[in-house]
């Protein structure tokens, strides 16, 4: 729709113009610490993920000094790939994050490096690694109680296990993606998960099941406005 159009554009001149300015502040003469632009960049992913990718490529994986930094950067930069639609498929940069953060205490860094691998496997069509590590990520969730980050994670899971012709799996997988994303208040994500949920039923040809969900996905879609 228009409106849906123009609120697009208008965010994407936004984070363009941000990220400008962080491209301005990085190239100053007087730097701030590395530490800081990951951070800055770590800010910015959820929002602004193509302003996280630029200031992330403002620095050199070379300049990468302790081993902290290191799997911080490449958590962040493969997090950057995957949120701006860069479907990378090489292992080795989130390789750093895994190797490092699964022998802290850091459950929320440690659960995304081990989704990102996942989702790196899952580009590669590795889809069994893939699920080998999403399943490590499934046992942090009661640390993280995060449940965006947890309704992106059986979202994978659903979408593998729909590959592999397991109804079943991919069912309650979609099932806890939605019931997360709502605990989370990510309603649009919400109705995507209810969406798969009717697709899952529909194949296995449990059609009023299926069509109460689309029902239900277009009348909440109609409410909130989600034209697209």
């Known amino acids: 729709?228009?409106?849906?159009?123009c609120e697009t554009d208008m965010k994407r001149t936004l984070s363009l113009f941000l990220m400008l300015v962080l491209l301005l502040l990085a190239g100053c003469n007087d730097p701030k610490p590395l530490t800081d632009v990951l951070t800055r960049a770590e800010a910015l992913m959820n929002e602004y993920p193509d302003s996280a990718w630029a200031v992330l490529n403002t620095l050199s994986p070379d300049a990468m000094g302790q081993s902290h930094t290191r799997a911080h950067y490449a958590l962040l930069y493969?997090?950057?790939?995957?949120?701006?639609?860069?479907?990378?498929?090489?292992?080795?940069l989130i390789s750093v994050a895994v190797d490092y953060?699964?022998?802290?205490?850091?459950?929320r860094r440690k659960f995304?490096?081990?989704?990102?691998?996942?989702?790196?496997?899952?580009n590669g069509e590795r889809y069994a690694k893939a699920v080998l590590s999403f399943l490590e990520s499934?046992?942090?969730c009661k640390e993280i109680d995060d449940g965006y980050l947890?309704?992106?994670?059986y979202m994978q899971l659903g979408y593998i296990y729909k590959e592999y012709y397991d109804y079943s799996k991919s069912l309650e997988s979609f099932k806890l993606a939605s019931f997360n994303y709502k605990k989370a208040g990510k309603d649009l994500h919400y109705l995507y998960a209810l969406t798969n949920q009717?697709?899952?039923?529909?194949?296995?040809?449990?059609?009023k099941e299926s069509y109460r969900l689309y029902y239900d996905v277009l009348e909440e879609a109609r409410n909130k406005e989600y034209n697209d």
């Open 1 to 5: 729709s228009l409106s849906s159009k």
């Open 78 to 92: 493969t997090q950057a790939q995957d949120k701006t639609y860069r479907d990378e498929t090489n292992d080795s």
């Open 101 to 107: 953060y699964r022998h802290t205490d850091d459950a």
């Open 112 to 122: 995304l490096s081990y989704y990102y691998m996942g989702r790196v496997h899952a």
């Open 138 to 140: 499934e046992k942090l």
């Open 150 to 153: 947890i309704g992106l994670l």
């Open 198 to 207: 009717a697709s899952i039923f529909k194949n296995i040809s449990k059609h």
